[in-house]
């Protein structure tokens, strides 16, 4: 069945920089569109960036563009979120998703159980 | 930018009940539109995609409907396990822009 395991949240101060994490299996890593979604403490969803399957695409949210990477890695079935600069309002639970199918379509079957990112002084 | 508006924010309904969630978009989104269900502490879950596909394993008491830049999701009768936070959300995958709604509480009455 399919997995997805976030890790790297944490503490973080103000302008430091993070490197979330998310191992995928039990599926075709490198056939999918991969996104990562985020979630304020109380708050509603908010979609954060998109990569394709073989990584050549991406796009971001327009909060994030310019300080968030997304990559990935498929020889080892990894998606990456480089986040830099951060700032209070990027407290959140961060979520990997998968694509539906392997045609881009925005619909995510499969989320992992998301990781917290607390950006305090 | 799509912007997506969820109505009511907050929905109170008993058992056995029929419920509608309506979601609009500020311009036309054909039918690239779907609904999750989210229960506290847990990922969302996909319910409906495209608009008024069933996920496989949904129960069939979840309907979707609607095109352009109005949608409903329908629960035909209301079970313990509905009760949860309900987000559409808006797939424009050649501009790369997903959009959800602000959600829907759906409690107990």
């Known amino acids: 069945q399919v997995q997805l395991v976030e890790s790297g949240g944490g503490v973080v101060q103000p302008g430091r920089s993070l490197r979330l994490s998310c191992a995928a299996s039990?599926?075709?890593?490198?056939?999918?569109?991969m996104h990562w979604v985020r979630q304020a403490p109380g708050k509603g969803l908010e979609w954060v960036a998109f990569i394709s399957y073989d990584g050549k695409k991406n796009h971001y949210a327009d909060s994030v563009k310019g300080r968030f990477t997304i990559s990935r890695d498929n020889s080892k079935n990894t998606l990456s979120l480089q986040i830099n600069s951060l700032r209070a309002e990027d407290t959140a639970v961060y979520y990997c998703?998968?694509?539906?199918?392997?045609?881009?379509?925005?619909?995510?079957?499969?989320w992992g159980q998301g990781t917290l990112v607390t950006v305090s002084s | 930018d799509i912007q997506m508006t969820q109505s009511p924010s907050t929905l109170s309904a008993s058992v056995g009940d029929r419920v509608t969630i309506t979601c609009r978009a500020s311009q036309s989104i054909s039918t690239w539109l779907a609904w999750y269900q989210q229960k506290p502490g847990k990922a969302p879950k996909l319910l409906i995609f495209?608009?008024?596909n069933l996920e496989s394993g949904v129960p069939s008491r979840f309907s979707g409907s609607g095109s352009g830049t109005e949608f409903t999701l329908t629960i035909s009768s209301l079970q313990p396990d509905d009760f949860a936070t309900y987000y559409c959300q808006q797939c424009d995958s050649y501009f790369g822009m997903y959009t959800f709604g602000q959600g829907t509480k759906l409690e107990v009455k």
């Open positions: 495209d608009a008024s």
């Open positions: 039990g599926f075709t890593f490198s056939h999918y569109g």
């Open positions: 998703a998968k694509e539906r199918t392997e045609m881009l379509t925005g619909y995510y079957s499969d």
